[in-house]
């Protein structure tokens, strides 16, 4: 069984930056894509942004320009920058291993934005 460990998760001020990991407990080459996805209160969670096992990014629009997702296959982790924090970006936030049509899941990390 494949564990995914979010960590990092903080209160920070509009504006500040905070910096997530997952760690694998095996290697992330295992998965064809890893991502980060969020869910802020009373919402549906939804894409923040996803790396292939080649290296290529994709973020949703929301967060372009903002954050920065790269792996560390060494470390066997997954990272996400954040920087230029808003209030609604407040959310837990979830990362995910995708191999063949199954979907790992870590267990999430509270990131809140707020002065």
């Known amino acids: 069984q494949v564990q995914l460990v979010e960590s990092g998760g903080d209160l920070v001020q509009p504006g500040g930056s905070l910096t997530l990991s997952c760690v694998a407990s095996?290697?992330?080459?295992?998965?064809?894509?890893m991502g980060w996805y969020r869910q802020g209160p009373g919402q549906q969670r939804e894409l923040v942004a996803t790396?292939?096992?080649?290296?290529?990014?994709n973020y949703a629009d929301s967060v372009m320009d903002r954050f920065t997702i790269t792996r560390d296959n060494g470390r066997d982790t997954l990272y996400l920058q954040m920087n230029s924090l808003k209030p609604e970006d407040t959310a837990v936030y979830y990362c995910?291993?995708?191999?063949?049509?199954?979907?790992?899941w870590g267990q999430g990390t509270q990131v809140t934005v707020s002065s």
């Open positions: 790396i292939t096992n080649t290296g290529r990014p």
């Open positions: 995910n291993g995708k191999r063949a049509s199954r979907d790992y």
């Open positions: 095996r290697s992330i080459s295992f998965f064809a894509a």
